[in-house]
C-alpha cells in the first residue's frame, strides 16, 4: 500500500501507457529529448547557474572576443604608418609600434588585450588618442536606451497582441494581428522608424524628429527622444513576439492541464494568467532575447536617423578611418550586452520552469 | 516535383513565387529595364509620383524614382544572395560533417556557433566593411558568416536526425564509407530543410543588405541601392516626406515573398514527411532503441531558424516541460516533422526500455 | 469478492432515497463530417449518495464523454444535444461557466487517466493544491499549506512536504494519481468522477488507488462515478455497474449480480468472461 519512492529527479520516470497522444511532457527534465553524451550531460549541468556561466558564457566570451581580436589583427594594415603620415622615419614608426605594442607576437598581444577588456579598460583610440572605454561609455547608454524601450515595447505590445489574439482564436482580433504581425516582420525596422519620423514629427508634431537629452537631465525630455526611434525598433520584434506567444498559447489552452484546472473550478482568467500563459511564455521570450543582437544593429541605424550621438556613429567613424581599438571596443561592448541578456533571459526560463531550477 | 506542387499549394504562397520571379528579373536586368537614366538629373526635383513623366516621381536632385529602384535592385537583392550563398557554404557544409565528429570538436564547434550568433550582426558588418579595403565584399562576408551558424546548426540536426536511422546504420554495418553515406543518402534528406533555412536567410539578408545600404557601407554613392535611398530620403524628410514609401515597398516586398516561399516549402515538406517519410520512419520508431534521439542542438537549431523568420517555438533547447508543440504559428519544421511526430516512437521506445 | 459486497444484498438496480446525480436521456453529439452526429443515444443514470457506479465498456463506448458531460468539459465541439443531468436539484446540462465555478471541486471532483497532464507541468502539486483550497474555501496562505499537506497526508503519500513541493514530472505515476485525488477530494465534494484512473498505473499501484478509493468512500461517504474498461477492477470498487457498448448502456445491474452470473446481455457477458470473472454461467439467463 506504500508508496516507498522518495520524489526527486531519479523517480521522473513514469510508468508506461500514457495516451500516445500526449507524449511531449512523459520525457519530464530527462526526457527522450536528451542524447546520451556529453551534451546531455552539460545541459543537466547548467541547471546550476554557476555551471552555466562557466560552460555557456564563458566558453562563448571567449571564443567570439577571439574572433574579433582575429580579425581586427588580420585586417589591420600598419595605423603607425598611416597616422604618422609620408614623413614618417622608419624609427619613429616603429617607436610607435612599440609604444602600441604592435611589435609583439599574435598571442601576446591577444593575451594582453584580453587582460585589459576584461578589466574595462578598451585601450586608446590610434588617432584620435582618447579612452575608448570612456568614448563608449559615453555612449552606451543611447543605445542601451533604445533597446530597452525596444525590448519593452516588443514584449508589452507583443504579449498583450498574441494573448488576446490566442484566447479569441478565429476572431477579428486575432486576423488583424496575425495580419499586421506578418507585414511587420518583412518591413526593415529603420523604415518603421522613418515612416514614424514622419508621421509624429514631421506630419503631426507631437514628437521630436531627433536629438538627445540624457535622462538624468531631464527624464521626461529624454522620453519624448528614446519613444519615436525605440518604438519603432521594437516593433517588428513585438510580431515576432505575438506570433509566437499566438502559437504556444493556442497550443497551451489546448493541454489537457487547463482542463484539469477548470474542473478544479478555476476561473477562465486565473487558468489563462497564472497557467496558460506562464507555461506559453517560454518561447516567446527567448524570441525576445534571440533578438537582442538584432536589436543592438536596429539602434545603431536608429542613431543615424535620429542624428544620435551612439555607439553606431562611433564605430562607423572608427571603422572608416581603420581605428583598431575603436572597433574592438564598439564590438567588445557589444557582445557583452549580448552575454548579459542571454543569461537574464536564460534565468527567466529558468525561473518560468521550476523543473530546471530544481534538478 | 511534388514537393514543388505542393510548395505552391496556396494562392498566398503562388502570389509570393510571382513576386519574387519579378524582383529576380529586375535585379538582373534591372538597369535595362529602368524608363530613364538613375543617375541622370533632371529640373523637377521631388517631382510627385505620375508627374512630368515620371511614374514614381523624382528625388532632391530630380533623378528618376523608379529607374533607380530598378538598377538598385541588383546591388540590393544579389548582394542578399551573396550573403546567404556565404553562410550556406561556410555553415552546412560543416553542419553536415560535425554530426559524424568526436565529442569534443563537436562541443568546440556548438561553442563556437554559439559565439558567433553573439556578434550583433550589422555591427560586426560595420567593423568588417571598414577595416577590409572592398567595404561590399566585406559587409556580404560579414553578414554571410552570421548567417552560417543557422545553417549548420540545421544541417547538423538533420544529419544528426538521419545519420542514426536504420538504413543509413545498415549502410554503415554493410561497409560504406562516410563520405558515400553522406553523399547517397544524407544530403538528398537534409537538402529540403536546409532550402527553407535558405529562404528565411534570404529574407533576412535583403534586410540587412539594405540596412547597409543604409548606413552607406557596400555600394558608394551615386549609385543606387534601396537602402541607400532610403538614406537620402530621410535628409529630405522635410521636403518631400513620403518619398521612403517607395523603397521600403521594394524591400518588404522581396523579404515578403522569401518568407512567404518558406513558409510554404515548409507546410510543403511538412505534408510531404506525413505522406511519405512517414511510411519509412514509423517501423523504426517501433523497432525501439535506434531512433533518433535528436539532442539539445536539434530543437535548438530549428528554434534559431524559427525565432529568426517569427516563426516556430524559440526555445527548443530549454526543454520547457510544458511547451506546447513547436511551432509557433502552427507550422512544424520539417525536422519535427520527421522525426518529432507525437507518439511516433519515442515514446513507445521508453514504454519498452 | 470483499466483505463490502458481501454486506450488500441483491438490491439491484432501483437506489434507495434521492438520488445524487440523476442523468436522464443524455446524447452527446461529435462533430462529423456532414455535421454533428450523436455518440451518445439517450443514456441514463442514477448515483445514489454514498453509492459508487462502474462505467464499462470498450474505449469509443461513449462511457468517457458521459463522464466529461457530467463535468461540463467536454472536448473540441462536442455538445450535450439532449437530456438533463440533475445534481442534487441543479442542472448541469444547461449550467452557465459561472455556475459550473460553484460545482467544479465544491460538488464534484475528478481525476483521470493521466495525472500528469491534468495537472499543469510546471508548478508544484502542492501550490496547485493550495491554490484551489485559497480560491474555493477562502483559507489562507498558511491554512491552506497545512490543509495540503494534510490531505496529501490522507491520501497516503509519505513525506508530504516534500511532495509538496514537487513537480508533477518528478513524481511516479502513482504519486501523481494520489496527488490529483487530494485535489479532487480538498473542497469535500459528494461526487468524485474517476475517469480511467488506474489504466496507466502497473498492477501493484492499481491496487494501491483501487484500496484508496475504497477507503476514501467509506472514511468521507463520497459517491463515486468510475469509468473503467477494466472489469475487474470496476467489480472491486463499484456497487453498480453500467456497460456501454455503442453510446448506449446495454445493461446494468449490481455487481453482486453479474458476479453471481446474473448477467442478461452478451456483450456484458463476454466482458465478464475475458475478465475471468464469469464463475457461473447460468444457462437459463440465456433463454430469458
Known sequence: ?359 | MDTFRRTFATTYVRVAGVVLLLVLIVAVFGGALAPDDPLGQGDAIFAHAGTSGHLLGTDYVGRDVLSRLLSGAGASVLSAAAMVGVGLLLGAIPGVLSAFAGRWAEFGLLRFTDAMMALPPIVFAIAIAGLFTNGQVGAIIAIGVLLAPRFFRIARAETLGFAHQQYVEAATLLGASRTWIVRRHIWRKVLPTIAVTTATSAGYAVLAAASLGFLGLGVQAPDPTWGGMLAANVEHLAEDSWAPIWPGLFIALTAWSLNALADGLRDGLAAESGLVRGAVDDPDALLAGVVPAADDPHARDLAADGAASGGPDGTGDRDHAADPAPGGDGRVPVGAGAHGRPGAGREGVRDVG | MSADLATRPEAAAPVAGEPLLEVRGLRIAVPGADGPVDAVHGVDLRIGRGESLGLVGESGSGKTLTCRAVLGVLPGRCTVAGGTIDLGGTDLATLSAKGWRDVHALRIGAVFQDPASYLNPSQSVGRQLAEVLRIKTGLGRRAAKARAIELLTAVGLKRPEVVYDQIPAHLSGGMQQRAMLAIAISCDPQLLIADEPTTALDVKTQAEIVALLRGLRESIGLSLLFVSHDLAVVTELCDRIAVFQGGRIVEEAATADLLAGRATHPYTRSLLRAAGLETTVREDADVA
Open chain 1, 1 to 359: 500500500m506504500s508508496t516507498t519512492t522518495i520524489p526527486g529527479p531519479g523517480t521522473g520516470s513514469r510508468p508506461t501507457g500514457g495516451r500516445p497522444a500526449a507524449p511531449r511532457r512523459a520525457g519530464g527534465p530527462e526526457g527522450p529529448r536528451s542524447s546520451t553524451g556529453l551534451l546531455r550531460q552539460l545541459r543537466r549541468r547548467t541547471a546550476r547557474p554557476g555551471r552555466a556561466l562557466l560552460l555557456g558564457v564563458v566558453p562563448v566570451a571567449l571564443i567570439s572576443t577571439f574572433i574579433v581580436f582575429l580579425m581586427t589583427y588580420l585586417a589591420s594594415a600598419n595605423p603607425a604608418a598611416q597616422k604618422l603620415g609620408e614623413n614618417a622615419t622608419p624609427e619613429a614608426i616603429a617607436r610607435l609600434n612599440h609604444s602600441w605594442g604592435l611589435d609583439r607576437g599574435f598571442f601576446e598581444q591577444y593575451v594582453s588585450w584580453l587582460g585589459h577588456a576584461v578589466t574595462g579598460d578598451l585601450g586608446t583610440s590610434y588617432f584620435t588618442d582618447t579612452s575608448v572605454g570612456e568614448a563608449i561609455a559615453q555612449r552606451l547608454p543611447i543605445d542601451l536606451a533604445l533597446t530597452i524601450v525596444a525590448i519593452v515595447t516588443a514584449i508589452v505590445l507583443g504579449f498583450a497582441a498574441g494573448t488576446i489574439a490566442a484566447v479569441r482564436r478565429g476572431g477579428i482580433v486575432d486576423r488583424v494581428v496575425t495580419l499586421v504581425a506578418s507585414v511587420l516582420i518583412t518591413i526593415p525596422e529603420f523604415w518603421l522608424a522613418i515612416m514614424a519620423v514622419v508621421l509624429f514629427s514631421v506630419t503631426l508634431g507631437w514628437l521630436p524628429s531627433g536629438g538627445w537629452v540624457p535622462f538624468h537631465q531631464d527624464p521626461w525630455q529624454w522620453l519624448q527622444h528614446v519613444l519615436l526611434p525605440g518604438v519603432s525598433l521594437g516593433l517588428t520584434v513585438a510580431a515576432q513576439v505575438a506570433r509566437q506567444l499566438r502559437g504556444s498559447l493556442v497550443s497551451a489552452l489546448d493541454e489537457d492541464y487547463v482542463v484539469g484546472a477548470r474542473v478544479r473550478g478555476l476561473s477562465p482568467r486565473r487558468i489563462l494568467f497564472g497557467h496558460a500563459l506562464r507555461n506559453a511564455a517560454a518561447p516567446a521570450i527567448a524570441t525576445v532575447g534571440l533578438a537582442v543582437p538584432t536589436l543592438l544593429g536596429g539602434a545603431v541605424i536608429a542613431e543615424s536617423i535620429f542624428g544620435l550621438p551612439g555607439l553606431g556613429q562611433y564605430a562607423l567613424n572608427g571603422a572608416q578611418s581603420h581605428d583598431v581599438p575603436v572597433i574592438q571596443g564598439v564590438l567588445v561592448a557589444t557582445i557583452a550586452i549580448v552575454l548579459i541578456s542571454n543569461v537574464v533571459v536564460d534565468a527567466l526560463l529558468a525561473r518560468l520552469r521550476p523543473a530546471t531550477r530544481k534538478a
